[in-house]
């Protein structure tokens, strides 16, 4: 739901959540990078309903009496939410909680229309080299990534601006919409 890291999550404070932003703040994180994600309606239920329950500011979102048995119940539970979820990412290790950084990953990029900088900016990867191994083409983004390119083919057949001998396009990239194509 997040993209973040599982001893992120776990280290979430009330006062970490921006509501009038919509954002969350990210402090904890693996490379010591603090990070803002969207505060997505599931979570914000969520967090409501901790806060019902009597959650109060610095108050972790997620406390945990002992760590190895809080462990093995979030791992039994991520398990069991994605046998029933169907997903299939990180399968050929077993699906652990970190799959779930997987499936966000490639969601992500189907939802955005293969936008890298902003997946990247919400997982918290710094290099293409460890954000490429959260990628897992699907079916649904092979189908996307046809259509767009095919929308890119026909806008191209009809420009009569293009230059051979300098491979330029007389285009402007906003008709284009290049943001939009899967490359």
């Not at 969520?46 to 791992?75: C, H, M, W």
């Not at 990867?125 to 959260?134: A, G, I």
């Amino acid at each position: 739901m997040t993209g973040a890291r599982f001893n992120e999550l776990l280290r979430i404070k009330l006062d970490q959540f921006q509501w009038s932003k919509g954002k969350i703040k990210l402090n904890a994180s693996k490379t010591e990078d603090e990070r803002e994600l969207p505060l997505w309606d599931c979570i914000r239920d969520i967090v409501q309903r901790r806060i019902s329950e009597g959650l109060t500011d610095g108050e972790y979102l997620f406390p945990r009496a002992k760590v190895k048995t809080f462990d093995n119940a979030i791992a039994r539970a991520c398990r069991k939410a994605a046998k029933l979820a169907k997903l299939n990412y990180g399968q050929a290790n077993g699906f652990t909680c970190h799959s779930f950084r997987h499936t966000f990953v490639t969601d992500m990029m189907e939802a955005t229309g293969n936008d890298v900088a902003l997946v990247m900016s919400y997982s918290g990867h710094r290099s293409l080299e460890s954000f490429r191994t959260y990628l897992h083409p699907t079916r649904e983004g092979r189908i996307l990534a046809k259509q767009r390119m095919n929308s890119v083919g026909e806008l191209l057949g009809t420009f009569t601006g293009i230059q051979g001998t300098t491979g330029t396009v007389g285009v402007d990239a906003k008709s284009l919409e290049l943001k939009e194509v899967a490359l």
